[in-house]
């Protein structure tokens, strides 16, 4: 192997080692791919020229004529406005009550409010973050086991990575210049298969071990026929209605993700100023009990009107939504910058190489494959993840051919899927599960770093089997776009 070829596997190496210094990602993806852009035209002009390095600026500002693009903004702004704004906390009280019959009601309840907050937002460490705060006091005062209570947090904060409106599937729709509608479709069965399967599982293990998950006091139980549709008025319509109106308008066709991700970031303010101005006025109060979390930050300040509080919150939404989009974006370009180098430089050819150098067929590159991103999920983050390893092995992906398994046509939206499921375990897997971090920082004492450890480990497995299930049968994630997209 000639320096030339060595090349691409030394840049890979760079971004490998230089990812863990610490520095920030965005500068490490783009300094990168400008240091070995200067190498590769220092060692020989024919593989990469100035025309080539004068070609990157054009392609960054592409980022931002990107029409697709600009729903991750309103779809951050619509989740960040759904935590401020005590929805939330005021649904997952809901659920607590409506589920307290039910063997571990209140772990279900966790997960029921998290597949409802994935499917209005996907923003991971936002809605474990709240999720932490608002459920885990709640558990370990109803004496829930440690293990179990971090396990269900952290596992139903993360499933906003695959059910739609996915902020990672609009970024991997752009990078695969595939539809953001189809692989939203796509997503919807496996992203609630996931959610079904914890719940199966919580229900079975509460059953068979009633100490890790005791039932509500009688005396929380009390609540009258008027009361449950006061509290289901208030808090559970109200998101599931916005979230009728996000996914209703894409699978209808009434509007582009982009014109829905607008809808949604509307319908968040309106249902903010219901909460937090009208249904104040009018004293129209949700159910509580003891024990319930609440968030400080919300409540009113000393001589604060109600339209005084919407107002200050919804200028913290907009702060907090300009940082998490600065983030973003600062990767989106540094990523740009890494991908296009990577290949002018032959990278995808010298990947290719080593693939067909180890006789590995169709299957066993996308296991390989699989099995790469699984391992990188122990030490990076899903964006960093995809915008390194999706722009390498999206056009190996596109070649393969499985035979009747998949049909050519729908091999990329089946990898994407495949994907995100399996990047979703990236957010459990220690030592670097950002969704472990998230819950540990705002988590009771009595949560140890071992239990959060020891609960994650039944819904990275049950993660692994709703991967494996969707790889042996893609009509799990093909059938839906074919029945409604044709």
Sequence with gaps: ?????????????????????????????????????FIAMWYDPWLFDWPQFNAIPPREYGIAENLILTAIPMFIFMGTMLERSGIAKDLLNCLQVLLRRVPGGLALAVVVMGTILAATTGIIGASVVMMSLLALPVMMHRNYSPALSAGTVAASGTLGILIPPSIMLVIMADLLSKSVGNLFVAAIIPGFMLAFFYMVFIVTICWLKPSLAPKLPEATQTVSRTQHWIMIARSFIPPVILIVMVLGSILGGFATPTEAASVGAFGSIILAFLNLVIFPALKVKEITFEGQATLGDDNLREGESLAGRFIRIFKDVVIRSALTNAMIFGIFVGATVFAFVFRQIGGEEVVLHLFDSMGFGSWGILISIMVLVFFLGFFFDWIEITLIVLPVFAPIIAQLDFGEHVAKIDTVYWFAILMAINLQTSFLTPPFGFALFYLKAVAPPEIKIQSIYLGIIPFVLIQLVGLALVISFPEIALWLPRKMLG
Excluded at 2 to 22: D, H, R, W
């Design 1 to 37: 192997m000639n320096f030339e070829q060595l090349l691409p596997l030394l840049m890979f190496a760079a971004l490998a080692i230089l990812l863990f210094s610490g520095f920030p990602v965005a500068f490490v993806l783009g300094g990168v791919g400008i240091a070995f852009a």
